[in-house]
């Protein structure tokens, strides 16, 4: 991973080697600006009297984690990687428990009330909450790093085909919708639908063929659901047998491959539902947006090798992808979201009953809820140098929490590495 860096005017020069950030430190040149992406500024150098190559954001966005890679555009070089760990999961749990515990209230204290509906008013381009975060994730990165790096322009993974329209007038129909790529993007989401293993006989890393769950000649469809993956001899043994008939001896995995064939498509439906509104936010960045299909970032990564992860699809993304991607040495930012504390007044307990109250104020004596702090303690039971995140309490003695355990501590040993901003980092 390079470093990112600075001039004295807080303007972004080209990222260096880790060995050049620490040189630089250990002579005064150069400050520490932020730990997380790590960040130096120069004292004596500015864009003016600097060389400053152009750089790409390329996003492979996720359900669950979203891959971000900083790629050098004349050489290839993927300088920085980041994968973005969403909570829009527990956003949404967070609100169903919120329902049902104002359903109940509602039920309770005003149950002769006469029902409402359709009151209120959404705007255009609303989103749930769950979906919302994901986008405002990507985003608040996609800012962050074109304030730290020279960028230029940003690639998406989005799904779209019009290209063949232009070299193919006269294609339309179901070879429109499903494109050159087609069997590229199907194949890509069973794999991660069925593990990466035979669903009939569980074996890995072999080559695997899409089977039909009922046989098309049977009357089944080429939908996502009646489709698995096979290794060669269960495909073949299976041919348009009733998969009721081929598993009559493995009722387990019959049962198994039933439910998995009709497991919600709830992921997807996440992606595809903020695909284009991310596509707007990026535009409102004024770089220059490039898109590209999950098909083409997996042909990339396929032709030139390279193992799948969530940051390296994100470095393939689209049709600007190098030839030759530069990625030794690279160890992604791992970022997980875990938003910014509860607005709430007070919390419940199981039986909805108000057991604390909110408080008063979100700073106390320089300090907040999160932030990543050094710890020095001098003295008792646990005198030591320690690294870890606090939580306050209005009186000078804060939680500590490090390596799996808790104490408490107080303010005066502690010094600020990184302020709270609502997520959490680790290498």
């Given amino acids: 991973m390079r470093v990112f860096v600075l001039d004295k ?62 790629v050098q555009e004349e050489t290839g070089r993927v300088t920085n990687a980041l994968e973005v760990s969403h909570r829009g999961q527990q956003i949404k749990d967070s609100l169903e428990s919120r329902r049902s515990l104002r359903r109940g209230r509602r ?27 994901r986008i405002s994730n990507i985003e608040t990165w996609v800012r962050r790093i074109n304030k730290l790096c020279p960028i230029t322009a940003i690639s998406q993974e989005l799904v779209r085909f019009d290209l063949q329209q232009i070299q193919n007038p006269e294609i339309s129909g179901v070879e429109y919708q499903r494109g050159e790529l087609f069997g590229f993007e199907v194949k890509e989401y069973l794999l991660a639908k069925w593990g990466r293993k035979c669903a009939y006989c569980g074996v890995e890393n072999v080559p695997f ?23 060669h001899s269960c495909n073949q043994t299976k041919g348009n047998k009733p998969i009721e008939e081929f598993l009559k001896k493995k009722p387990e995995v019959l049962k198994r491959i039933l439910v998995q064939a009709k497991t919600p498509l709830k992921d997807a439906a996440a992606v595809n539902a903020t695909r284009w509104e991310l596509y707007r936010r990026l535009q409102s960045t004024g770089l220059p947006v490039e898109v590209g299909s999950g098909g083409r970032t997996k042909f990339n990564r396929k032709t030139r090798g390279i ?22 040495g690279i160890k992604p930012l791992n970022i997980k979201a875990k938003g910014h504390g509860r607005r709430q007044r007070c919390g419940t307990n199981k039986f909805g009953f108000p057991i604390r109250h909110a408080p008063a104020q979100k700073f106390f004596m320089g300090f907040q809820t999160g932030d990543l702090v050094k710890a020095n303690v001098l003295t008792g039971k646990y005198a030591g140098i320690y690294v870890g995140r606090i939580a306050i309490r209005f009186k000078p003695s804060f939680k500590l929490t490090t390596g799996g355990k808790s104490f408490d501590v107080h303010p005066k040993y502690l010094k600020t590495i990184h302020r709270a901003d609502g997520y959490e980092y680790a290498s």
């Fill in 9 to 70: 005017n807080l303007k972004p020069l080209e990222p260096c080697h880790p060995a050049r950030a620490r040189e630089l430190l250990n002579k005064g040149r150069a400050k520490v600006f932020r730990r997380y992406p790590f960040t130096i500024v120069l004292q004596d150098r500015t864009v003016e009297n600097s060389t400053v190559h152009p750089h790409r954001i390329k996003i492979d966005p996720g359900s669950k984690t979203t891959g971000i890679a900083v």
């Fill in 107 to 133: 039920n309770r204290k005003t149950r002769y009330r006469k029902p409402r509906f359709l009151n209120r008013t959404r705007r255009q381009g609303w989103l749930p909450p769950s979906l919302e975060s």
């Fill in 209 to 231: 063929e899409i089977d039909h769950i009922l046989a098309k000649s049977k009357g089944g469809s080429n939908r996502v659901s009646n489709l698995c993956l096979s290794c």
């Fill in 307 to 328: 193992e799948k992860t969530h940051w390296a699809d994100a470095a393939c993304v689209g049709a600007s992808t190098p030839e030759k991607l530069l990625m030794n």
